[in-house]
C-alpha cells in the first residue's frame, strides 16, 4: 500500500485548472467540474497503479483543464502484454466508477440528477480517451496494435499517419455539429499540438527506444528474431528494424552467403558508447 500510496506525491495540477476551477466556483459549475476532476484522476491512477504494479518507473499524474496524463518514463521496451495492460487500466476504471456510483443511488447517498450527470461525464470520457488519436488511450492502442508486426518506427509512423487522418475527422465533428463548444476546441488544440509534437521528435523517440534498449530496460523479451542483413548496411539502418518485445541476433551476409553473426548489444554499443554513427555493419564484424 506504501509503494501505490506514493502515487499521491506524484500529482500535479496545471497552473490554468486552477483558473478554471475559480471560474467554476464564481459561476455554480464547481459540481461538475469535481465530478470530472474524479473521473480524471481516478482514470489516470488506474495506469499509474497498473505501471507501478509492473515496475516502471511513474514520472507524475498531471490534471489539466481538459484531461489529464500520466507520464511514465518507459520507452517502448516493456512487453507489449504490460504495456496494454497499462492502457487499458485506465478506461477500466469507468467501469468500477459506474458501479459504484450506482451502489450509491442505490443505498441513496447519491440522487437521480448527480447519478445520471456522473453516467453523462464519465461514458462521454471513456469513449472520447479510445480515439485512435494519440497521445489517447485508443492512440496507444494503435501503436500497440502496429508494434505486433511492425518494427519499433515504422510502428510508430503508421500510428502517427493513422492518428492524424482520425483527428481531421474529428475536426470536421466539431465544425459541423459543435463549432461554439470552447472546451472541445480546447481539446482539438491541444492534440494538434501533441501530434505535432510527436511527429517533430519522432526521430528522437526511435533515438530513445534504442538507447533505453542498450542500457538494459528491457526486462521481458518475448521471443528471438533473427534479422536477415548485408554486410554494406548502415548499423542505424539495420536497428531501424528492432521490434518491441524482442531479442535480434543479426545474421550478416556478403555477397549472398552467410559472413558472420552479431548480437544486437554490438550494434548498440558501437552506436551509443563508440559513436560509430555511420559506420556499416562489416566493420563491427572486423571489430568483433
Not at 101 to 129: E, K, P, Q, R, V
Not at 238 to 252: A, D, L, N, Q
Request: contains cysteine; hydrophobic residues 50%; aromatic residues 14%.
Amino acid at each position: 500500500m506504501i509503494k501505490y500510496g506514493s502515487l499521491l506525491r506524484k500529482i500535479h495540477i496545471h497552473p490554468l485548472l486552477w483558473v478554471v476551477m475559480a471560474i467554476s466556483a464564481a459561476t455554480a459549475q464547481f459540481k461538475t467540474l469535481a465530478i470530472l476532476l474524479a473521473i480524471v484522476l481516478v482514470h489516470e491512477l488506474g495506469h499509474a497503479a497498473c505501471a507501478l504494479y509492473f515496475s516502471w518507473r511513474v514520472k507524475s499524474i498531471v490534471l489539466l483543464p481538459f484531461g489529464g496524463a500520466a507520464e511514465m518514463e518507459e520507452h517502448g521496451n516493456r512487453s507489449i502484454k504490460e504495456e496494454l495492460a497499462v492502457v487499458l487500466a485506465g478506461p477500466l476504471q469507468h467501469f468500477l466508477m459506474q458501479g459504484g456510483a450506482w451502489l450509491l443511488l442505490s443505498g441513496g447517498l447519491l440522487s437521480a440528477g448527480d447519478f445520471s450527470l456522473f453516467t453523462y461525464y464519465n461514458l462521454s470520457i471513456l469513449l472520447f480517451n479510445l480515439l485512435p488519436i494519440w497521445p489517447l488511450d485508443g492512440g496507444k492502442l494503435l501503436f500497440i496494435a502496429f508494434s505486433l508486426f511492425k518494427p519499433f518506427p515504422a510502428a510508430h509512423k503508421w500510428m502517427l499517419a493513422f492518428s492524424i487522418c482520425a483527428l481531421v475527422l474529428y475536426l470536421a465533428a466539431v465544425l459541423i455539429f459543435f463549432p461554439f463548444q470552447l472546451n472541445l476546441w480546447m481539446i482539438t488544440i491541444f492534440l494538434c499540438f501533441s501530434l505535432y509534437t510527436e511527429f517533430k521528435q519522432r526521430r528522437f523517440v526511435h533515438l530513445r527506444f534504442l538507447m533505453d534498449r542498450y542500457y538494459g530496460s528491457q526486462k521481458s523479451i518475448q521471443k528471438l528474431v533473427p534479422l536477415e542483413v548485408e554486410s554494406e548496411e548502415n548499423i542505424l539502418t539495420v536497428m531501424s528494424r528492432f521490434k518491441r518485445g524482442c531479442k535480434h541476433p543479426i545474421i550478416v551476409y556478403r555477397q549472398g552467403t552467410k559472413w558472420s553473426e552479431l548480437d544486437e548489444n554490438e550494434l548498440l554499443h558501437a552506436f551509443f558508447s563508440e559513436k560509430r554513427t555511420n559506420s556499416k555493419v562489416e566493420e563491427l564484424v572486423y571489430a568483433y
